[in-house]
């Protein structure tokens, strides 16, 4: 079963960066499309970004997307997520896991999540 591990989260202010990293153990972790989620307190869990198998192939939310980037590094078991652009509107729990499919943006179509990490944007 695939363990996946957060990282990267932080105190960030309004404008700043973050770069969010998910380390995947096991050896078939090329087999399996990621996604990026995010949960605030109060607040049902929401897709962020996926990429397929490859790389190749990204999907953001309009959210996020012009400031967000997915990428993966297969090699390395990794998955990352630059955050750029915050606003205190970003600040949640994220979280990274696995689907069958990048084109998945609903979390009852993933299956292995990790614990998440912390992001939160001053004002």
């Known amino acids: 079963q695939v363990q996946l591990v957060e990282s990267g989260g932080g105190l960030v202010q309004t404008g700043g960066s973050l770069r969010l990293s998910c380390a995947a153990s096991g050896r078939t972790f090329s087999n399996y499309a990621m996604g990026w989620f995010r949960q605030a307190p109060g607040k049902e869990r929401e897709f962020v970004a996926s990429?397929?198998?490859?790389?190749?192939?990204?999907t953001y939310a309009v959210s996020v997307k012009g400031r967000f980037t997915i990428s993966r590094d297969n090699a390395k078991n990794m998955v990352y997520l630059q955050m750029n652009s915050l606003t205190p509107d970003d600040t949640a729990v994220y979280f990274c896991?696995?689907?069958?499919?990048?084109?998945?943006?609903?979390?009852?179509?993933?299956?292995?999540w990790g614990q998440g990490t912390q992001v939160t944007v001053s004002s």
């Open positions: 990429i397929n198998r490859g790389g190749a192939f990204t």
């Open positions: 896991a696995t689907s069958t499919s990048y084109t998945y943006t609903l979390s009852q179509n993933y299956d292995n």
